[in-house]
């Protein structure tokens, strides 16, 4: 008989632990922060003369390195932005110029 004196203290101990756990923690909504996080693509600044003053110009590019960004200087405004007055005074090349970064010797 003695046994089942600690066996019934189960159900009491289970009990007073749900209890404990539960205890002072309501439950609430969703609570809004803004919106979502969005991966940004990578982008550029270019500057190109407007009536010969300089213009900083933001464009998306496929890399956001300083090869990429003398390419597409050198490449020129694009169509809508040269429909806005935006031009370059850099010379067309035959091809595609060619940066090296790393240190000067």
Do not use: H
């Not at 190109?48 to 090869?67: K, S």
Request: net charge positive; hydrophobic share 45%.
């Amino acid at each position: 008989m003695n046994r089942l004196r600690p066996l019934a203290a189960w159900p009491l101990i289970v009990a007073a632990a749900v209890a404990l756990a539960s205890c002072g923690i309501s439950p609430t909504g969703v609570i809004q922060a803004g919106e979502p996080a969005t991966a940004q693509s990578p982008s550029s600044t270019l500057y190109f003369l407007v009536r010969g003053r300089l213009v900083a110009v933001p464009r998306l590019t496929p890399g956001a390195d300083v090869a990429t960004a003398v390419r597409a200087l050198f490449g020129g405004p694009s169509s809508a932005e040269s429909a806005k007055g935006l031009v370059t005074e850099l010379p067309a090349l035959p091809t595609s110029p060619v940066v090296q970064t790393g240190t000067a010797s």
